[in-house]
């Protein structure tokens, strides 16, 4: 794309497409490949008068020839670019071993054109040699009928007589346009036409200066309708890659959301599954319980159930449901969470089951509630209560009320278990619309690890979470054990 945009006079555009290479090369790239990307981006610089540009760029280009044609063409091209500078002594100093190496130049066509370029520079220094070189130039190339370089050599004449033999230079100029019309080349045209411009007057002059200008309009119109139809195929084909690309990452995501789809549903089947079986199990438990209890407390505790089913299960299967639809379960660590999250979710429902024997919530709760607690006084432990007589307990709703009662029951159950102590206090006060119950005891107290170890512990502090409570545990090891928590009320 670069070369074709190049050829067609738009070396703006090619040097940009040309640069597009370069992050592409790696070590193992063909060494050809990048000569003639270098050499490419040599000559854009070089026809957009960024002549340092172009110097590094042939340069980079020679380092990367693999035989001595190639570094003979690029050793000229760069001795132009120094011409264009009007450095010449510089480009004598190239091209002076080329034009006197007949094996190293590999060819007539080279020979003639580094003989060529020495005459002019000599010229342009005012060495009288500059025309020896020049006719030994336009010698060979007349024998090789190389037809590009005896156009060049009319040019190099052209000027070369330009200030001493007005006729020879306009003949030579007349003979550049002539070669460059049969040869198509329209630069060359272009240039001619500006030295025959230069030495033509009256209407010769007005003639060829109207031709330049026609023929200078005519090219520039051909190559910004080739330079406007090449960026309308490269918008084209770029929007067709895109529309390519998209359409295939929507046929990826369609066959990813499928397979999301189905393991979604396949979980939804297993976790409707095991509801259903803990359903049917909390059902029997319930119809067991209603052949020994009445009709409304019967009805209350399914309530109950069915309410602590929703407040403690629903959020942790809907999380599960979350996690599995967002995470890759092909991988085994999301795999290994999924299970551990409904294995949480079976143990949390059966702890349920287990912990739902009626509890009297009405005129008799504070009278069960001392009853239960005097069960733990025995010979050797005393349970002594303070405050519990000034809270209003009617006021407080059935559900913590509940809590409180199994809250109680697990501190007095782990304090049996483990507690080793001879004494426990439970303190009952109101502070403001929050009730604070503090348990104390004296015996041997818990590590922080044996905290978390102890299940009724950990009960105790979800559940008054479950009441939007707070739980502080006091426990230092052969201290005693001291818990408070405390909720709205």
């Known amino acids: 794309m670069a070369i074709i945009q190049q050829n067609e006079g738009d070396y703006s555009s090619s040097e940009t497409t040309a640069t597009e290479i370069l992050p592409l090369f790696r070590k193992n790239t063909n060494p050809a490949y990048k000569c003639a990307v270098f050499n490419l981006l040599g000559i854009n610089y070089e026809n957009l008068y960024d002549y340092d540009n172009a110097i590094y760029y042939y340069n980079q280009a020679y380092k990367q020839a693999d035989n001595e044609l190639q570094k003979v063409v690029l050793k000229n091209n760069i001795a132009v670019v120094y011409m264009d500078k009007e450095d010449y002594q510089h480009a004598i100093q190239i091209l002076f071993p080329l034009a006197l190496n007949k094996d190293l130049l590999n060819g007539a066509e080279n020979q003639a054109r580094a003989l060529d370029n020495l005459g002019y520079c000599y010229f342009k220094i005012g060495d009288p040699k500059s025309l020896d070189y020049m006719n030994q130039s336009l010698k060979i190339r007349k024998q090789i009928k190389d037809s590009f370089g005896i156009m060049a050599s009319y040019i190099h004449f052209t000027e070369f007589y330009k200030d001493n033999n007005f006729e020879k230079s306009n003949s030579y100029a007349r003979m550049a346009y002539e070669k460059a019309t049969e040869i198509n080349n329209v630069n060359i045209r272009l240039k001619s036409l500006a030295l025959l411009i230069e030495n033509s007057i009256g209407n010769e002059s007005k003639k060829f200066s109207m031709l330049h200008l026609h023929i200078n309009d005519s090219i520039n119109k051909v190559r910004q309708k080739a330079k406007n139809q090449f960026a309308k195929i490269k918008y084209d084909s770029k929007k067709e890659k895109e529309e390519n690309l998209k359409l295939k990452a929507q046929k990826a ?237």
């Open 253 to 489: 995501e369609n066959a990813l959301q499928l397979e999301q789809q189905k393991n979604r549903n396949q979980l939804l089947y297993f976790v409707v599954g095991i509801i259903i079986l803990i359903s049917i199990f909390i059902f029997n438990f319930l119809v067991a319980k209603s052949k020994k209890e009445k009709i409304k407390t019967s009805y209350n505790t399914e309530i109950r159930i069915a309410k602590k089913l929703h407040d403690e299960l629903a959020n942790d299967v809907y999380h599960t449901m979350a996690f599995a639809e967002t995470q890759d379960l092909s991988n085994s660590q999301n795999k290994e969470k999924l299970l551990n999250n409904l294995d949480t979710i079976y143990s949390r429902t059966r702890n349920i089951s287990k912990e739902n024997s009626t509890i009297e919530t009405g005129s008799l709760f504070i009278s069960n509630l001392k009853d239960m607690m005097s069960g733990f006084n025995t010979n050797e432990v005393n349970i002594l209560t303070n405050g519990i007589d000034t809270i209003n307990w009617a006021t407080i709703d059935n559900n913590k009320k509940i809590t409180v009662y199994r809250v109680l029951q697990e501190l007095l159950v782990n304090m049996k278990k483990h507690s080793q102590c001879s004494i426990v206090i439970l303190t009952f006060k109101k502070n403001e619309n929050k009730l604070q119950i503090d348990y104390t005891d004296n015996g041997i107290g818990a590590t922080f690890d044996e905290k978390n170890s102890r299940n009724g512990l950990q009960n105790v502090e979800n559940r008054i979470q479950a009441i939007k409570g707070t739980t502080t545990f006091d426990t230092k090891s052969n201290k005693g054990f001291k818990v408070s928590f405390i909720f709205p009320i």
